[in-house]
């Protein structure tokens, strides 16, 4: 198993940045790295619900993901089963700081060689994840 982790704090509460990811409208607007916009064709935010979506590349090309909700404890912790290839695991887990909510991110990729072949994509798209999870955590769009 390979696994990635990066972190971030945002100065907001825990509350606030567990909102911007239990919402499936302001999931859809900051999930993927830069320029990915994204469908979600289904995102049923419960434990053992089901989340199929499209991410759409800046490159024009579609990516048809599948996954399900294995872990949700509001407001702390959230665990993805990535169940379309590539296979892994993501545990989002959230903590309450002196100025704010750090938030932690673990990606760990079910097949060594595959994550180790991913990681000039996955890094950089995590540290991108919660560049835009921040920005919609400090800054959503007026009609929310």
């Known amino acids: 198993m390979t696994t990635y982790n990066t972190s971030r704090e945002i100065p907001a509460s825990v509350e606030d940045?567990?909102?911007?990811?239990?919402?499936?409208?302001?999931?859809?607007?900051?999930?993927?790295?830069?320029g990915f916009t994204n469908t979600f064709e289904v995102c049923e935010f419960e434990p053992g619900g089901r989340w199929s979506l499209k991410m759409h590349g800046p490159n024009g090309h579609d990516?048809?993901?599948?996954?399900?909700?294995?872990?949700?404890?509001?407001p702390t912790r959230l665990v993805v089963r990535h169940v379309?290839?590539?296979?892994?695991?993501?545990?989002?887990?959230?903590?309450?700081?002196?100025?704010?909510?750090?938030?932690?991110?673990?990606?760990?990729?079910?097949?060594?060689?595959?994550?180790?072949?991913?990681?000039?994509?996955?890094?950089?798209?995590?540290?991108?994840n919660l560049d835009r999870l921040s920005a919609e955590v400090l800054h959503p769009p007026a009609d929310d």
Request: hydrophobic share 40%; net charge negative.
């Open 17 to 34: 940045v567990f909102a911007a990811i239990a919402d499936p409208v302001r999931l859809a607007r900051w999930w993927g790295p830069a």
């Open 63 to 74: 990516y048809p993901n599948e996954s399900v909700f294995e872990r949700i404890e509001p």
């Open 84 to 128: 379309s290839v590539p296979q892994y695991r993501l545990t989002i887990s959230l903590e309450a700081t002196p100025v704010g909510t750090r938030v932690s991110w673990s990606q760990a990729f079910d097949n060594q060689e595959t994550g180790r072949r991913l990681e000039s994509i996955v890094v950089p798209g995590n540290e991108q």
